[in-house]
């Protein structure tokens, strides 16, 4: 993944570049909403923004406008353990 290699050549981690953004919009317990995570991914430079809009609806499983840390952890650095459908598809509550 682009995203993950683009960390790894810079030394960073996702909640790095994410935190900026997300101290602007506002502190939401264990999400970022969109807007953030687009504007914070878009920075990295690696992604178109076609790219990063897909991606963050790819992440964003409730279909509220947030991403939930926990996801994109799993997404970013154990792929094979993320399941894109939306909590709805499983059958789960949100």
Do not use: H, W
């Amino acid at each position: 993944m682009a995203v993950r290699k683009q960390l790894e050549k810079t030394g960073r981690k996702i909640d790095q570049v994410l935190n900026a953004q997300k101290a602007n919009a506002g502190d939401f317990a264990g999400q970022i909403d969109q807007r953030s995570f687009k504007l914070g991914t878009f920075s990295l430079g690696c992604l178109t923004q076609v790219q990063v809009n897909n991606l963050a609806k790819y992440l964003d499983r409730r279909n509220c406008g947030f991403i939930q840390f926990k996801d994109l952890d799993t997404a970013l650095y154990r792929p094979d353990e993320y399941a894109p459908k939306t909590i709805s598809e499983m059958g789960l509550k949100k």
